[in-house]
């Protein structure tokens, strides 16, 4: 094995331009996979925090301004008190909280910006697993009191304030009504990073009468279900309890309208499939045209080494043996050439992800499988691209070898 592996490092080493053109294929199709699969890798991961933070086993249930019932338009009027029922009554539900949401102009000194409001209750947070870099949600004695404190997206904070400003115990005018910073969201890139969470009750008495929303506000209900396998059924059974509550038809799906979040999940994690397939594809695609670039330089030289395999062949040298020889620099091109193909990705990997990338471009993410994958297909390509061309020289006839020019 050692004389196979010498003869072989040899041979490329009497065609070192022509071996290092031939690898070059390979090592393009290797970097090209890690970097679309890092890439898509990377949003993969955002796409499963984005869920996380959402929360896979949520229903959100957002008020139309009126339902018809005989022909007739009937204004359907939000009560905040349908979360309490549904939390109640519905035993498939965990929790359940409202929130009104809309835009409001907020100011700090002379800064002003249109910024979104979340009113809802303390039971939000746990809903969406809204977490804190800094301060306190509020809680259900300020939500009593309808305390005047608001907790800020780390946008809303960076706009009025500064980046690496200390907004608690700041003042913010929200509409011309003062409210106490009594925490700071933790970054999400999403919508709470450009929210002002406040008491619901505190809105209900001191900005819902204020004619300067931009847009009108939009009440829906959060609700948590206890078994993500189970929305249909709780679907249904909430239609039904808020149709009765508040006299419209189950049937008048336009009412009330349900966002599932599970099946929206789904499709995402399809698309994300369709993209790593067509990614794969991609660098096997490459790889192939590497591989066809490998097969015919081992042709050539086949064909550039009869007489040297029929001398070798009449002097004994079994088949197995002149097979080996070649299938091993086949292996050794892709192989050399995947190696520098991975280093070739790994930089252009790190090199993106030191560039400035817009907030929607998440960080590309390499994994250990995307390494494993690539060298396992690397290794597939060399024996493929190398057996053929191995074949063709083991099954050299010694005397008609020696006979050719």
């Not at 979104?116 to 303390?122: D, H, K, N, V």
């Not at 929210?195 to 829906?220: C, D, H, M, Q």
């Not at 909430?238 to 979040?261: N, Q, T, V, Y």
């Not at 990705?345 to 690539?374: D, H, K, M, S, Y």
Request: glycine letters at 10%; proline letters at 4%.
């Amino acid at each position: 094995m050692c004389e196979l592996f010498k003869l072989a490092l040899t041979s490329l080493g009497l065609n070192k331009l022509r071996a290092g053109l031939t690898m070059f294929g390979i090592i393009w199709g290797i970097a090209t996979v890690i970097i679309l699969v890092s890439v898509i890798s990377g949003f993969a991961k955002q796409n499963q925090q984005m869920w996380k933070d959402m929360g896979v086993n949520l229903l959100i249930m957002e008020y139309a301004p009126y339902f018809t019932r005989d022909g007739t338009r009937m204004p359907l009027t939000p009560d905040p008190a349908d979360a309490a029922f549904i939390e109640e009554y519905n035993p498939l539900v965990r929790a359940a909280a409202p929130q009104v949401e809309e835009w409001r102009q907020m100011q700090v000194g002379a800064k002003k910006d249109f910024f979104g409001i979340s009113a809802t209750t303390p039971h939000m947070r746990g809903i969406r697993d809204y977490r804190l870099a800094a301060g306190r949600f509020f809680g259900p004695i300020d939500y009593d009191n309808c305390s005047k404190v608001a907790v800020v997206g780390c946008e809303v904070k960076n706009t009025l304030w500064g980046e690496g400003a200390s907004v608690l115990g700041k003042q913010l005018a929200v509409s011309g009504v003062t409210f106490t910073v009594i925490g700071e969201m933790e970054r999400r890139r999403g919508g709470s990073d450009h929210r002002v969470f406040i008491p619901l009750s505190t809105y209900e008495k001191s900005l819902a009468r204020l004619g300067e929303s931009r847009g009108r506000g939009n009440f829906s209900i959060y609700a948590a279900l206890k078994n993500q396998m189970q929305y249909d059924a709780t679907q249904t059974m909430l239609r039904r309890m808020l149709a009765a509550r508040h006299g419209f038809d189950p049937s008048d799906e336009e009412a009330i309208r349900f966002r599932d979040f599970s099946r929206w999940r789904q499709q995402s994690q399809v698309l994300l499939l369709m993209m790593f397939i067509v990614s794969y594809f991609v660098g096997v695609t490459t790889l192939a045209v590497g591989a066809v670039g490998v097969m015919n330089i081992m042709l050539v030289s086949v064909g550039e080494r009869v007489r040297e395999i029929g001398l070798r062949k009449a002097l004994g040298a079994p088949s197995g043996s002149i097979l080996g020889q070649f299938l091993l620099e086949a292996l050794i091109l892709t192989l050399a050439g995947g190696f520098f193909g991975i280093v070739l990705g790994l930089t252009l990997v790190g090199l993106l992800r030191l560039l400035p990338l817009p907030e929607q471009f998440p960080t590309p993410v390499i994994t250990a499988n995307t390494i494993c994958i690539a060298v396992v297909v690397n290794v597939v390509v060399g024996l493929i691209a190398g057996t053929y061309p191995a074949r063709q020289a083991a099954l050299l006839d010694p005397i008609v070898a020696l006979r050719t020019d």
